[in-house]
């Protein structure tokens, strides 16, 4: 008897106990709640556990396509308790969902098994407005360090650094007043942000649910701009610590900056930019993106990731960002 050939039947044959097809009803409409007619999903489910010890593969794919009514059904068969869904359609931003199916503990061998046999799935496309070039930076990579451990310091968004003397910036769009103590174990980092002109300041918004694009599509100009507000702060004493993030993960800020005035005081321009959240400063300036409209007096918001003006150099340095 072959005894290679054996295991591998019976492996196969345990990993079918562990199969279970999910009939879905997927519905996908835009903010409106129009059908979104155009819409293809791509479906994924991760390989069974009991995969790695035959020839399978670690992923399987499978593409659907809406009807007339933005609706698809069918039986999507799931080697695990989890389905990637990413939804696309012509002039609206992608949307990600990672899905966890209800289980009712494992299968043989690990397998998980599915206690629902049915999933309605409802997906929201965000348009596609008016997306422009906008200079864009990514947080993560490299972070801004914080000048020295106590200061005010002005922050150019064009250039992503400091002003001179303490960068290579030439515009302060708001500046930063820190200070960082440290005293054996016991640490603490405070932050102000301010703004030199009347009418700049900025407020703060919760992130759309959208995976692709979480911002307003254009800033408030009607709304309080803030020009004065504690940004963050961190203390530790001992093994007891607080933290107060005014912009946290689920948050993103709206700035208007670089304002001018006539000779009556009224406003005449001004440029506005939003920074996503989370933003914490501990020896280091750091958010998650943030995009700068070039554009005097265009309160629009939408980034076109494909047209950042950022220079080849500094887009393999500090990456495009988000829309």
Not at 191 to 204: E, M, R
Request: proline share 4%; net charge neutral; with cysteine.
């Amino acid at each position: 008897m072959n005894m290679e050939k054996h295991t591998t039947g019976f492996c196969v044959a345990l990993i079918a106990l562990s199969v279970h097809a999910v009939n879905l009803n997927i519905y996908v409409v835009d903010e409106a709640g129009h059908p979104v007619t155009n819409a293809v999903l791509e479906l994924a489910t991760e390989a069974d556990r009991m995969g790695r010890l035959v020839d399978s593969p670690r992923m399987r794919y499978e593409t659907w396509s809406v009807d007339e009514g933005g609706h698809v059904k069918g039986n999507f068969t799931c080697y695990s308790s989890f389905m990637h869904m990413t939804t696309k359609a012509p002039g609206f931003y992608d949307e990600y969902e990672r899905i966890k199916f209800k289980t009712d503990g494992d299968s043989f061998f690990f397998g998980a098994h599915i206690a629902e046999k049915r999933r309605d799935i409802k997906v929201v496309l965000r348009r596609k407005v008016n997306p422009i070039p906008m200079w864009s930076y990514s947080g993560g990579w490299p972070e801004v360090k914080m000048p020295s451990t106590k200061g005010r310091f002005g922050f150019d968004m064009v250039e992503r650094d400091w002003v001179a003397p303490h960068g290579n910036g030439h515009v302060a769009d708001f500046f930063i007043e820190y200070e960082e103590l440290i005293e054996g174990e016991n640490k603490s980092y405070s932050a102000t942000i301010d703004f030199p002109n009347k009418y700049d300041g900025a407020y703060k918004k919760r992130k759309h649910a959208s995976y692709s694009f979480k911002s307003d599509y254009r800033a408030d100009e009607a709304v309080c701009y803030k020009q004065r507000f504690s940004l963050y702060s961190f203390k530790k004493s001992g093994l007891e610590y607080s933290v107060d993030s005014f912009v946290t993960k689920d948050e993103y800020l709206v700035l208007r900056t670089r304002s001018r005035v006539d000779a009556e005081g009224n406003l005449l321009g001004a440029h506005y930019s939003k920074i996503y959240g989370p933003i914490y400063t501990a020896k280091r300036f750091s958010f998650r993106t943030f995009v700068f409209n070039p554009n005097e007096n265009d309160t629009n918001l939408e980034f076109d990731p494909e047209r950042n003006l950022l220079s080849k150099r500094k887009k393999r340095q500090m990456g495009g960002g988000e829309p």
